[in-house]
């Protein structure tokens, strides 16, 4: 049942991204076929998650703020689809959690910003993705998302007609263990991607 309405919600998304955003793909090969990964992305709106989700072949898991599961069909149908529930972002259950989940070969889409962006400019990154890299040892995959703040803006309640675009870039393998250092060189490569 999960499955089905996984896919059912990518069917959906179909024309949901086709009709109302006229998504672009650039990069989409540059998902790996197998084993886990991380996704790194810049955030502009909470439109970010499905568009992700939506884009890459594989099943993503990802962190959601704890209070959008008071909801109990809403929280289980965000289950599904791959959010995990935290109460705060960079604690460290959090990052144990997400570790947990690379280490059983699944992949994790991470807001290095840790917010969203409010005037569209990629901030810098948080200490927390670099935990992860250096301990889980995963590609990371830069993502560079434009015109989901169009779509779904800052306060708005509904989506908006806007183009998206979403660049995936090539795979990079970070060998650094400064938590710091690792953060600053995938926020660099996602603002390289045009």
Same mark, same amino acid.
């Given at each position: 049942?999960?499955?089905?309405?996984?896919?059912?919600?990518?069917?959906?998304?179909?024309?949901?991204?086709?009709?109302?955003?006229?998504?672009?793909?650039? $990069?989409?090969?540059?998902?790996?076929?197998?084993?886990?990964?991380?996704? @790194?992305?810049?955030?502009?709106?909470?439109?970010?998650?499905?568009?992700?989700?939506?884009?890459?072949?594989?099943?993503?898991?990802?962190? @959601?703020?704890?209070?959008?599961?008071?909801?109990?069909?809403?929280?289980?149908?965000?289950?599904?689809?791959?959010?995990?529930?935290?109460?705060?972002?960079?604690?460290?259950?959090?990052?144990?959690?997400?570790?947990?989940?690379? &280490?059983? $070969?699944?992949?994790?889409?991470?807001?290095?910003? $840790?917010?969203?962006?409010?005037?569209?400019?990629?901030?810098?990154?948080?200490?927390?993705?670099?935990?992860?890299? @250096?301990?889980?040892?995963?590609?990371?995959?830069?993502?560079?998302?434009?015109?989901?703040? &169009?779509?779904?803006?800052?306060?708005?309640?509904?989506?908006?007609?806007?183009?998206?675009?979403?660049?995936v870039g090539r795979p990079i393998y970070i060998e650094k263990e400064n938590y710091h250092e690792i953060s600053k060189s995938i926020m660099n490569a996602i603002r390289e991607l045009k």
């Open positions: 049942m999960k499955n089905f309405i996984y896919m059912l919600g990518k069917f959906i998304g179909f024309f949901v991204f086709h009709l109302f955003f006229s998504i672009e793909i650039k $990069g989409k090969e540059n998902f790996p076929k197998k084993g886990a990964f991380i996704i @790194a992305a810049n955030h502009l709106s909470y439109l970010d998650p499905p568009t992700i989700g939506f884009v890459c072949p594989k099943k993503l898991n990802y962190f @959601a703020k704890y209070s959008l599961f008071k909801i109990k069909i809403f929280s289980n149908l965000i289950k599904i689809l791959g959010a995990i529930p935290i109460e705060r972002e960079g604690s460290p259950l959090t990052l144990r959690k997400g570790l947990d989940i690379l &280490k059983k $070969g699944e992949s994790l889409v991470i807001f290095p910003e $840790g917010t969203r962006s409010k005037n569209g400019e990629i901030k810098e990154g948080k200490p927390g993705i670099g935990f992860l890299v @250096a301990k889980s040892k995963v590609p990371v995959i830069p993502v560079r998302l434009i015109g989901t703040d &169009k779509a779904l803006p800052h306060g708005s309640k509904f989506i908006r007609i806007a183009k998206i675009k979403v660049i």
